[in-house]
């Protein structure tokens, strides 16, 4: 049985001005009508082979995500509460300690897109057998394009039809250097997404990143319960290394399989990135809420509870809460991170 | 003595969204810390040779426009509320008709900017003698541009010193006809100013537009009065057609002057008219509010109660308020009173 382990950290500055410390990415309804985090935890919702998922977040959204888990008809089996948020491998090895050691944990961003979730369920159900042998999957999205923002993961030889021993993972590359890979053909986009035995990952961790483990059993050691809630002791959770399980575990490891998954995903790492994935209208503008548009074209424009008039613009991103606005060309809504920055060193109160 | 008339109606579409019915543009601070009303006041405050203002406002805005007065220091001597809007000639009928026979009345606009007061004072006070003789005095600006939106004065022959006979008004010129004026030197902007006796102003009003007069009369005759606050008897006031000061009695009167000034005018007519008002710094950007901006040039932005982030852009009007915000090119600026109108189609709260 699968045991879906999701991963709701991360503050998604590149989203702002709708995403926050207090509403980050995974709580917003960035696509359509749902969360990030109700679409994550409904991909396996419901699968026979899969139970209630475990759910790592901060404790501060903790109200909020049992508000949209239980819209969405989520019943977690475990919502782990971190005190501080630690990267990843903290947050994992906590999830393994707290299953069962034979549990098949399926760690998943909770704040990434996934437009045909049957094939990722297809690719996970193949590589069950393998995770059962021992074996950390990883799963590579096929490339769409020379992305110089993901760490690739290159496939070798073939253990069953479906998963792949990992040659090598890869580096954020340059450009060139991403082109390449594209072309070989066997290098995926690593997206965070990993299928393991629980006893499996609290050896590797004890083996590769003892600290980490360490921190993890003592803060579980003197946890707070409550119902499905579970508060690690703040003080041994907060000795944890703030490392990711890619550093920490999965690229130091030897028994790396990866399988190959061509989902429609997207880790909507930008404005650029949500606008693609978006339908648009006729003059290719993507809209959400109360948007009035004259002689627009190509641009994304959103008001979250806020009306939006525009005209004469062309390739912009706009996108407006009740105490924020941005307004940037979409090719370099990238660089928005630099003005939350700006911001933040002006003690300004709209990137709280 | 001079006792002005400020003339607080009008909607102001074309500063949406920052101007909306309940707080138009006279109540708007838009060229600095105070209000254009507030500005308006001030203009003959503390001369000796003024007295308190009559304010016209419709009756909804009262209690803004009287905190707003007390907030400068004047204090009204009258403030006529209308019930319902009736342009300029019911509203300076019932001032005319509620001053005293002999007052020198000076109208003025809210809204409109005046960089240098003191030009205009020294132009009404050379125009008092004629006034006083019962001329009709119009305040002409001394044209800039080939605008096409104003209408135009015409001077004719010298009456005394900066006071001229009108020898024609003339309507809102196309682009061609603009620069001919222009080129004359002896055109002038009409920006709605006017010093006239009131018994002489209800003389012509009972030749050229005596339904507007018996309106205003009988509103008067009904009217409520509440310290300085005086209200139009509602049925009455709403009877008097709807027309401007202009068509219904200045350009049919005989004995009408012109007092050129050259005082710095602008009638805030769109983002753009106030963009070039406004202090621009080394990018030529204007801004008010909490604003970052980063690669961003000759671009107004506004943020009311709301941070603006913007990068990238050029041009543009950028205005944002806790519940609208507009993104248009500034040259484009006046086209937003159709997206308003797209909006009241549409029933938006967000013009409301």
């Known amino acids: 049985l699968i045991r879906p382990v999701i991963l709701s950290g991360g503050a998604?500055?590149?989203?702002?001005?709708?995403?926050?410390?207090?509403?980050?990415?995974?709580?917003?309804?960035?696509?359509?009508?749902?969360?990030?985090?109700?679409?994550?935890a409904a991909r396996f919702q419901g699968q026979q082979e899969a139970t209630d998922p475990i759910i790592v977040a901060h404790e501060s959204h903790a109200e909020e995500i049992s508000r949209q888990l239980e819209e969405a008809g989520v019943t977690p089996a475990l919502m782990i509460l971190e005190p501080v948020p630690r990267n990843t491998a903290p947050a994992i090895a906590v999830a393994a300690l707290a299953a069962n050691p034979e549990d098949?944990?399926?760690?998943?961003?909770?704040?990434?897109?996934?437009?045909?979730?049957?094939?990722?369920?297809?690719?996970?159900?193949?590589?069950?057998?393998?995770?059962?042998?021992?074996?950390?999957?990883?799963?590579?999205?096929?490339p769409t394009a020379p992305h110089t923002g993901y760490g690739y993961i290159r496939v070798g030889t073939q253990l069953r039809p479906g998963v792949h021993r990992v040659e090598r993972f890869e580096e954020k590359p340059a450009r060139e250097m991403a082109e390449a890979f594209l072309a070989t053909g066997r290098c995926y986009w690593n997206a965070g997404i990993f299928l393991f035995r629980a006893e499996v990952m609290i050896e590797l961790l004890r083996h590769h990143a003892p600290a980490v483990l360490e921190a993890a059993e003592a803060a579980l050691a003197g946890a707070a319960s409550d119902g499905p809630r579970l508060r690690p002791e703040e003080q041994a959770f907060a000795r944890a290394p703030s490392i990711s399980i890619d550093y920490a575990v999965i690229e130091r490891a030897r028994q790396v399989a990866v399988a190959p998954v061509e989902a429609g995903w997207s880790d909507i790492g930008s404005w650029e990135a949500l606008y693609q994935l978006k339908s648009k209208d006729e003059a290719g503008n993507a809209v959400a809420g109360e948007v009035v548009l004259h002689d627009v074209r190509g641009s994304l424009v959103m008001g979250d509870g806020v009306t939006v008039a525009a005209l004469g613009v062309e390739d912009l991103v706009i996108v407006a809460t009740a105490d924020a606005v941005l307004v940037a060309p979409r090719h370099r809504s990238e660089e928005v991170k630099g003005l939350v920055e700006a911001l933040r060193t002006r003690g300004s109160k709209a990137v709280d």
């Open 104 to 142: 098949l944990l399926l760690v998943m961003p909770s704040d990434h897109a996934i437009e045909r979730p049957d094939k990722l369920r297809e690719a996970v159900f193949a590589a069950c057998r393998s995770a059962a042998e021992g074996w950390l999957v990883t799963f590579g999205i096929v």
């Open 12 to 40: 998604g500055t590149r989203m702002w001005p709708l995403s926050r410390p207090g509403r980050p990415k995974p709580l917003l309804a960035l696509t359509g009508e749902r969360s990030m985090l109700q679409l994550t």
